[in-house]
């Protein structure tokens, strides 16, 4: 295992930035601590060079903003900052931090792109260095302090390779002509923004079995799942860690009355019927009070559905789905990688005539339209002129008494 540096001060930390602004390239990791607390944070985060391996430690660094000093790393368009599966550490460092990002390199995007059946970091330097990285720390509780050894050493393997790696993919998407692919992916993840996280209070509908309960159970779920989220955010703790989905479920359902009737309840245990038992009754009184109405036609969070595709946009998405399964083999991809069903929903519901039309649809990208634009909009011009299938009967057979 190579040797690192542990960063524990605001000074060394500003000596570290100063010094990395000097480097073309910088691999950048980060640890955070969602499997453990409500609220996560940034608890961890690795650096590496062409020769050495830092491990910066924000909870140790005294003063608010500990981790600025990095930002003029990431703003700085001179030095490539390489991460494999960066969607999640961009997200926690702009939340935290508000750092902005250019010149990204994500190595999984790379790998999607060249079309690798494993995407997982461990696979990566598996295939191209005959590498086992250790994956015994993944489920790790990175806000516990001191942090043993052999965490500290698994999360600097996270970055030891990246660099290196990245090279050997920059060079594969050279060779297939997809570099400028990569490319588009990097700088769209480096400007992305996201909401502010806010509590989804449809969630239950997401569990499993949710929508096939009666309106009383589902009602008393709906309860149950606002106690969760209040003692979760209580004791800082993630919603599963106070009670899982399930349990959640077979307590709407059976609806105990009593603490002995919910401690039988498979995933209840003397812990939970001491801290919040009183408050689950409590949440089941208040679902029997109250069925649940006809559940909301949108229950999505992300925002309100897309349009409904009539006949003719629903025969040009079969036929847009048809050619990107033939084209997804042809180059090796995984068809949600070519193009994901949202993007061939848009463009069928759209139905664009020509290139231009295409730049304005939401979604699709750039390297998409360079690449098979002509293909997709020669492909609705010939769906366009295809006769629909006639019906099996004549339409007025319905009107004809004998039929």
């Not at 309840?265 to 812990?271: A, C, F, R, S, V």
């Amino acid at each position: 295992m190579a040797d690192y540096e542990i960063i524990e001060s605001r000074k060394d930390l500003e000596a570290l930035a100063k010094s990395l602004m000097s480097e073309p390239v910088v691999a950048f990791d980060t640890e955070a601590d969602s499997f453990y607390h409500y609220f996560d944070k940034t608890c961890l985060v690795q650096v590496a060079t062409r020769k050495n391996v830092w491990l910066i430690d924000p909870l140790s660094i005294e003063g608010p903003d500990k981790l600025s000093p990095l930002g003029k790393v990431f703003r700085a368009p001179k030095v490539q900052k390489v991460f494999h599966a960066a969607e999640y550490d961009i997200f926690v460092l702009k939340r935290e931090c508000d750092f902005a990002f250019k010149n990204l390199f994500d190595t999984m995007l790379s790998a999607q792109i060249l079309g690798y059946s494993g995407l997982g970091l461990a696979a990566l330097a598996k295939r191209h260095f005959h590498i086992d990285l250790p994956k015994d720390e993944q489920r790790s509780d990175w806000s516990q302090r001191p942090l043993r050894t052999k965490q500290l050493d698994y999360a600097a393997a996270d970055v030891l390779y990246l660099i290196e790696l990245s090279e050997i993919l920059t060079s594969e998407l050279q060779h297939v002509k997809r570099l400028e692919w990569a490319q588009e992916e990097f700088e769209l993840l480096a400007l992305r923004e996201w909401p502010e996280r806010q509590f989804d209070k449809l969630g239950y509908l997401k569990i499993k079995g949710a929508r096939n309960l009666d309106p009383t159970p589902l009602a008393v779920l709906r309860e149950l799942f606002l106690t969760r989220d209040k003692k979760a955010r209580e004791i800082d703790r993630p919603s599963f860690k106070v009670l899982g989905n399930r349990t959640l479920l077979e307590i709407a359902e059976r609806a105990p009355r009593s603490l002995d009737e919910l401690g039988k309840i498979k995933g209840i245990t003397e812990l939970i019927l001491r801290r919040i038992g009183d408050s689950i009754l409590e949440s089941i009184e208040l679902g029997l009070k109250k069925p649940h109405g006809p559940i909301p036609k949108n229950t999505s969070s992300s925002g309100p559905h897309r349009k409904r595709m009539d006949r003719q946009a629903e025969r040009r998405f079969d036929a847009l789905k048809s050619w990107r399964t033939g084209s997804a083999e042809r180059y090796q991809l995984d068809p949600g990688v070519l193009c994901p069903n949202a993007v061939l929903e848009t463009i069928a519901i759209g139905n664009p005539k020509t290139k231009q039309d295409l730049n304005v649809l939401p979604d699709l990208k750039k390297w998409f339209i360079h690449e098979f634009g002509d293909c997709v909009l020669e492909l609705l011009d010939a769906s366009q002129k295809e006769k629909p299938k006639q019906p099996t009967h004549p339409s007025h057979a319905q009107h004809d008494p004998s039929a």
